[in-house]
């Protein structure tokens, strides 16, 4: 297949558009220098309603949204709706805990979630973990925002890495050079061309392939001549649990992910976490549709393209696109994958830039690090941590780019218990938290390294999806390994608290106090709410974003 040169143009333009875009955002909305973490990193905190809900869902809605879920979608059927519960069920949870942890954060000036660990627990290590895990589960969810590049790049007909690596090098230096400020302005554009690309799909595609009855029949006929129970159009009665429990999973571990909180902390306001966390559900219904593509690949009779001489379920959506859109409007479409991949990648990078910085190489390696070095060394572990992310994607065999991100989930699902239980009191002893920490993530890492793969052949880290069968059970029925790590995790956490505190031992040094958790935007000790040109002046009535 030759190159479409329409498509390849479009995608040209767009890229040079966020690129330019990315770059003149080191002078948008800034006070003062980038030289400080603050700025650089969380982008002055001054972001309000509308960029936040930009930032946010360029930040959660990823080139996982385009491209993982309809690829797991057309290989397994029903299975790959989990992630349409788990974005609607998440926002209600995070609506309790994002509001302290801004305002605990505004008021004590942390950066990262490790950070406030540190304070609140008065325990270094436990503060590393947390740091360890956020930056390991980030790498792979870097990762999979390249394979979304990678697949669009393939369905235009480019052969070879060279593009992959010019989109990484670009990335890399705007990130660099105008830290959050740069994926917050670009998404923007991001948003924009994925509202317009899945509306025409969602309304032109099915009409080429006519209609939804005829969708979901042939769809239904490709799973009823699979050779495994556990695909189609519905689920089987021993997927159920895996199921429910792998939607909770997901939802508990997305705002423990570093680049959520970095958005939440960017925000100028508890009111506009608040605003941002009623509205973000609407972004659930676009991925719902999105979701069906999919179907709509299984119907318009898509094979998928070959990585490393195997089929890849990732370029499914693409040629779909190719094969279904005129090609200027495919461009169109693949600019947006495109973009949708560089959003996020750029946030992750800062997050996890973020805590090495001031979790690792401030805490152990220079305490007396200023605010200045804190920047530089947080821009250059910035351009490590992609290097590493690309490094990951050439050297592994990538078959359903979703198991990426969903094992990085089972891993950082195990902070939970440090920094939510955290926000909420003291009772839990560090000690404990840590070693609860320690039992959920060998657990979780154990239970995925026994689950196979059998459509691929993989022995280990096969799928997300562990069995009871691994106990001697003579059942089909799987559970999501998150889940029952952070049952062990919790469990470890309350029977040795009680233990510690019976014995006496030191609980540490809480930094915080009780009213940091309840402060808004202009009380003592918390930056003003400064006005912002696209929401209006302060305490105006901006309207939430739906």
Not at 59 to 81: C, E, R
Not at 100 to 115: C, E, F, I, K, M
Not at 349 to 358: D, E, G, V, W
Not at 460 to 465: E, K, L, N, V
């Amino acid at each position: 297949m030759g190159i479409n040169q329409v498509e390849l143009w479009v995608l040209i333009f767009f890229f040079v558009l966020v690129s330019g875009m990315g770059f003149l955002a080191a002078r948008w909305k800034r006070t003062e220098s980038l030289n400080s973490l603050d700025e650089w990193g969380l982008g002055g905190r001054s972001f309000g309603p509308w960029v936040t809900w930009f930032l946010l869902g360029g930040d959660l809605y990823t080139a996982y949204t385009f491209i993982a879920v309809p690829a797991l979608i057309y290989g397994v059927g029903a299975t790959g709706f989990f992630a349409v519960p788990y974005t609607i069920i998440v926002y209600p949870m995070v609506f309790l805990v994002a509001p302290r942890l801004w305002s605990v954060s505004h008021r004590n000036g942390y950066v990262t979630p490790a950070d406030f660990v540190r304070g609140r627990s008065g325990s270094g290590g436990l503060a590393l973990a947390i740091a360890i895990t956020g930056i390991v589960a980030t790498m792979p969810y870097i990762a999979l925002q390249l394979v979304g590049i990678e697949a669009v790049i393939g369905a235009i007909g480019i052969k070879g890495k060279l593009p992959l690596y010019v989109a990484f090098a670009v990335l890399a230096v705007y990130t660099y050079s105008s830290g959050l400020r740069a994926p917050a302005l670009i998404a923007f554009v991001k948003d924009t061309l994925i509202y317009i690309v899945v509306i025409a799909a969602i309304i032109y595609i099915p009409h080429k392939l006519g209609g939804w009855g005829n969708i979901f029949a042939k769809s239904d006929a490709k799973f009823a001549a699979t050779k495994t129970t556990s695909d189609g159009l519905t689920l089987a009665s021993a997927q159920t649990l895996g199921y429910s429990t792998l939607a909770l999973g997901s939802a508990m571990a997305l705002f423990l992910y570093p680049h959520s909180v970095t958005a939440v902390l960017a925000s100028r306001s508890r009111d506009t976490i608040k605003r941002n966390m009623a509205a973000l559900p609407a972004y659930s219904f676009v991925l719902g549709l999105i979701a069906l593509l999919g179907f709509m690949a299984i119907a318009a009779g898509i094979k998928p393209g070959n990585l490393d001489n195997k089929p890849n379920p990732n370029t499914v959506v693409p040629l779909l696109f190719d094969q279904q859109f005129p090609s200027w409007f495919a461009g169109v479409a693949f600019a947006a994958i495109a973009i949708g991949a560089l959003v996020p990648a750029a946030i992750m990078s800062i997050a996890a830039a973020n805590l090495f910085t001031r979790n690792i190489y401030k805490e152990y390696l220079r305490p007396q690090a200023s605010t200045r070095e804190e920047a530089q060394v947080s821009k250059i572990a910035s351009l490590f941590v992609k290097v590493g992310a690309l490094a990951a994607i050439l050297g592994l065999n990538v078959q359903y780019a979703l198991d990426l991100q969903l094992i990085g989930g089972v891993l950082i699902l195990q902070v939970l218990p440090a920094v939510v239980f955290l926000l909420y009191g003291r009772w839990f002893h560090r000690w404990a938290l840590l070693a609860g920490w320690a039992v959920g993530m060998a657990s979780g890492a154990w239970m995925l390294y026994v689950t196979p793969n059998p459509s691929t052949g993989k022995k280990h880290f096969g799928a997300t999806q562990w069995a009871f069968s691994h106990l001697g059970f003579d059942t089909k029925t799987t559970i999501y390994p998150g889940v029952v790590a952070l049952v062990l995790n919790v469990a470890v956490a309350v029977l040795l608290t009680v233990l510690f505190r019976a014995a006496s031992l030191p609980a540490g040094v809480d930094s915080t106090n009780e009213a940091d958790y309840h402060l808004e935007a202009g009380d003592p000790g918390v930056a003003e709410d400064l006005p912002d040109p696209l929401d209006g002046p302060p305490g105006s009535a901006a309207p939430v974003p739906t």
